[in-house]
């Protein structure tokens, strides 16, 4: 007999590990609802599974370390590991250090985990436990999801190996997005987070051809697509987007109210030299102009982004012109980075890589210049009354969000005192204090609840 195969009245059990991104997250979420359809059980802990599953991240070196840990970890504790994710795009790194492992997988390979699986732990079916929710099994609290519409990525940007590990852009079914969507609000999620490597480009590869979602047509396109989530009822929060030109219609959906105005986009610099040996598709003058238009068609707009500083051949001069573009940018959110060297990134051969505490100083007052914007910003919310969406409630206080904060990257709103609201609520609150990310703020005195639905 097998020696992981179980007795014939117990279910198999699998544990799980998921790291990386939102959108390994969906992997993981997609891996973990085809187990339970197919009646394995997922165990908490190592000692209980039959077998683990590592879902890793191989985009910079502290991701590739991070799940080598794992990795590592779930051999020391169980001795039976499957491997799956960006690293396992890297299979002879992950051979090299655990040649036990069990079966190594890339990125968003369903078919071939679940084949592993099937190999090295032979499902049990019971109709019973077999079953799962329409919208699957999610590891996101129950009130947000993210829904991931295409995989893969048409860019080539110098320091990314997201391309190798994912290949090309490949658009998800518009009727397929569309009904996931609604299960998910039906099991009562009130806000989606539409996530991808570049969302902008959503049915590029596809020709914006036409799909249906219940007998209606719907074009292949990021703005049909957003228009009819916003149909929904409920929360819809745009990551990763390239600002192409069509983007700018986006944003009078979010002026009508139908989704949130809150726009993630990547910029990574402001210098012209760096963008170009990064071979990013934007000038910081181009996109200066647009946030100012966006800003006069939608005032409420949220805009976050992310930067890379310390990138090689980055001067002063050009790091000069990533603080006056902030400045003049008054970007809402902004995450920041350190360059580093990843292996197979065209970004490695680039000459004049800078110096390791250059780099940890030009980051250190990238930082506080955003902070003191982000406070004088969030300073001018004092006395507002805002919507917002409970994250978590205690006796004393309430954690929630506003439009311009998701979920584990932005900020929070709390909220004094306790009401009888629930994870997943929306309620009216008015803004009594600012910090530099977050919101402090009190109930109105009859403050607007709408109930999450029950799932």
């Not at 994912?166 to 987070?193: C, F, H, T, W, Y």
């Not at 697509?225 to 929904?232: F, K, Q, S, T």
């Not at 929360?235 to 990763?240: D, E, F, N, P, S």
């Not at 990257?409 to 600012?434: C, E, F, H, K, Y």
Request: overall charge negative.
């Amino acid at each position: 007999m097998n020696v992981l195969q179980k007795n014939s009245s117990m279910a198999a059990k699998v544990g799980f590990v998921s790291l990386g991104c939102p959108k390994a997250l969906v992997d993981s979420e997609r891996i973990i609802t085809q187990l339970r359809a197919e009646g394995y059980e997922i165990s908490p802990d190592y000692d209980q599974a039959d077998l683990v599953i590592v879902n890793t991240c191989g985009f910079i070196d502290s991701a590739v370390e991070e799940s080598l840990e794992a990795i590592g970890e779930a051999i020391d504790e169980n001795g039976k590991v499957i491997v799956t994710g960006c690293l396992g795009a890297k299979n002879d790194i992950i051979k090299t250090n655990f040649p036990q492992v069990m079966a190594v997988t890339g990125p968003h390979a369903l078919t071939e985990v679940m084949t592993a699986v099937h190999t090295h732990l032979p499902p049990l079916h019971d109709p019973y436990t077999s079953l799962i929710p329409p919208q699957g099994i999610k590891l996101t609290p129950a009130h947000y999801a993210y829904l991931k519409i295409s995989e893969g990525c048409n860019h080539r940007c110098s320091f990314c190996i997201i391309p190798s590990m994912r290949g090309d852009l490949v658009s998800r079914p518009i009727g397929e997005i569309m009904q996931e969507a609604q299960n998910l609000v039906a099991a009562g999620v009130k806000e989606l987070l539409v996530i991808s490597q570049d969302t902008s480009a959503y049915g590029v590869d596809i020709k914006f051809r036409t799909g249906f979602w219940q007998g209606r047509p719907l074009r292949s396109h990021l703005y049909e697509l957003a228009h009819a989530l916003g149909e929904l009822g409920i929360w819809i929060r745009l990551h990763y987007v390239y600002p192409y030109p069509h983007v700018d219609d986006i944003i009078s959906l979010m002026s009508d109210g139908r989704i949130l105005p809150y726009l993630d986009i990547p910029f990574q610099h402001a210098s012209p030299k760096i963008l170009k040996a990064m071979k990013r598709p934007a000038h910081s003058e181009d996109i200066l102009r647009r946030i100012k238009s966006w800003r006069e068609v939608c005032p409420e707009i949220v805009i976050r982004s992310t930067f890379i500083v310390g990138f090689p051949g980055e001067t002063p001069q050009d790091f000069d012109m990533l603080l006056d573009f902030l400045h003049e940018a008054q970007l809402d959110r902004v995450g920041c980075f350190i360059y580093s060297p990843v292996d197979g990134a065209a970004a490695n051969a680039l000459d004049n890589h800078i110096p390791d505490e250059a780099k940890q100083e030009r980051m250190a007052h990238f930082m506080s210049t955003q902070e003191k914007i982000s406070a004088v910003k969030l300073q001018r919310r004092v006395g507002e009354t805002i919507t917002v969406l409970v994250d978590e409630v205690t006796d004393k206080r309430i954690i929630a969000r506003s439009h311009a904060d998701a979920p584990e990257i932005d900020g929070i709103v709390v909220v004094a005192g306790s009401r009888p609201v629930q994870i997943g609520d929306l309620i009216d609150v008015t803004v009594t204090g600012a910090d530099t990310h977050d919101l402090y703020a009190e109930f109105t005195q009859d403050p607007a609840v709408t109930p999450r639905k029950s799932a």
